[in-house]
């Protein structure tokens, strides 16, 4: 029997979802273990104990696992975003692979030998490759600072120079700090729900930059004349307020006020151009998009025969790159400021075959089918969540021979291959595809088929 604060000797044998290192004691007894990386020996302290498992922290590394490196961030142990920093590339590769294949073994159910786990495709960029920030804001020491959460906490930690954002984005978030404090502007604080400056948004895209400043109040921002000013010698296109104020901790509000610029910023996409409006998905990791397009598009194998149902389509960038092989593309996306990116995207990308409809996708669809269209193919690229029941059984009433699934979350793609296997669907390929790297977080494209 183990208890809190018992300090034991461990091999760290493997690696969680949530990057801790697994350890296992001489009778069994799985410790999960803060600060471990795969092949290291260390002390660690128990902090937690149930009866099958435990939590630990290492109090000493013996010996270092030659997977260990030196993290280039000097706030990821306080952060907890990039939970495999202190492990080679090669190495996060491995354990994105063996999470995604062992996922789809214990959740899904899948033998290795009933379908293909393809080569983990690995990001051209390891560092400053994200396109999206967050910054919560936050008051402290007598100042504004903008960081990140805390683990487990709402405690805000300053970080000026993250590793994983882009270099513009750093430089913005700090420009914007500065404001803040030249102009004492009033710091929103969520335990009385006062304040004005809840967080700061940007997103980086091609040749364009947007800074959203997110308030507590539908009182336009004072001295925006200067913030506009500072931000303009950045080359930044759009400077938005967004207006948020629910007690949530969703970050942004539905409303946008656009301060200066443009109300959206462009993505590049082999040879198309997007607008992505500040409430619509688009994938952060830039450099890595058309690998995972081209790994769904290989899958999808689309004719000149074929209509495609593209579910979840966001601002249309997944269906709109493959709608030149199509027949007809429909998407179906539940954000109607998305949707309309979506129609203006076809129309200034001169894509004329593709629909795009707003609205609960279940609901949407069944009313499509109504109407006498038919899916030969379907792409879903659902949120972390993944796919609803309704959606599943949707799935299996429209009866595509293929579908394509975009997963951010191997754990929920997992599910609803055992759900669409009930369906009658096969899994017959998965390819892990890295687009975060220095954290546990994997997408992964599936394509499923249908002999029925």
């Known amino acids: 029997m183990y208890y809190k604060n018992d300090i034991l000797q461990l091999n760290i044998i ?88 062992n996922n789809l073994s214990k959740i899904g159910g899948l033998d290795q030998n009933d379908y293909t786990l393809e080569e983990i495709i690995p990001s051209p960029m390891i560092e400053g490759y994200r396109n999206k920030a967050q910054y919560p804001v936050a008051f402290k020491g007598g100042r504004a600072i903008a960081g990140f959460f805390e683990r487990k906490s709402h405690n805000v930690t300053e970080c000026k120079s993250c590793v994983i954002q882009s270099d513009k984005i750093n430089k913005v978030i700090n420009l914007c700090v500065k404001f803040l404090n030249e102009f004492k502007v009033s710091i929103y604080n969520e335990k009385s729900h006062k304040g004005i400056v809840r967080s700061i948004y940007v997103r980086e895209g091609y040749e364009s930059l947007m800074v959203c400043i997110v308030t507590n109040s539908e009182k336009p921002l004072k001295n925006t004349d200067k913030l506009i000013e500072m931000l303009k010698e950045e080359n930044v296109t759009s400077i938005i307020q967004n207006i948020n104020t629910k007690k949530t901790n969703v970050v942004l509000g539905d409303r946008n006020i656009v301060l200066w610029g443009e109300e959206y910023i462009r993505e590049k996409i082999g040879e198309l151009i997007f607008e992505v409006s500040p409430l619509s998905f688009y994938q952060v990791n830039s ?47 539940i954000v109607k400021d998305a949707r309309d990116n979506a129609e203006r995207n076809a129309k200034n990308n001169g894509i004329a075959n593709a629909e795009f409809y707003a609205g609960d996708c279940g609901k949407v669809v069944r009313e499509l089918v109504n109407k006498g269209e038919k899916a030969d193919i379907v792409i879903v690229d659902p949120p972390r969540k993944g796919c609803s029941e309704e959606v599943i059984e949707l799935l299996s009433e429209i009866n595509p021979k293929k579908i394509v699934y975009i997963s951010c979350n191997s754990a929920t793609l997992a599910r609803d291959v055992a759900s669409l296997k009930e369906k009658g669907y096969r899994m017959d ?23 029925n």
């Open 14 to 101: 493997d690696m969680s979802l949530e990057g801790k290192g697994i350890a296992k004691t001489e009778d069994g007894y799985t410790l999960f273990v803060d600060g471990g990386v795969v092949g290291d020996e260390v002390k660690a302290i128990i902090t937690k104990t149930n009866k099958t498992y435990g939590f630990a922290k290492v109090t000493e590394i013996i010996k270092e696992s030659s997977f260990r490196v030196e993290p280039e961030c000097n706030v990821c142990d306080v952060c907890g975003g990039c939970t495999l920093s202190e492990i080679s590339y090669e190495k996060q590769l491995e354990i994105k692979s063996n999470i995604v294949k």
């Open 287 to 333: 450099s890595q998009v058309q690998n995972l397009y081209d790994k769904a598009k290989e899958y999808a194998d689309i004719s000149d025969e074929n209509t495609v149902f593209d579910l979840y389509c966001g601002v249309g960038t997944i269906g709109l790159y493959m709608a030149d092989k199509a027949k007809k593309l429909i998407g179906v996306e």
């Open 429 to 451: 390929k998965c390819t892990p595809v890295d687009m975060f790297p220095e954290t546990c977080h994997c997408e992964a494209v599936a394509l499923l088929h249908n002999d």
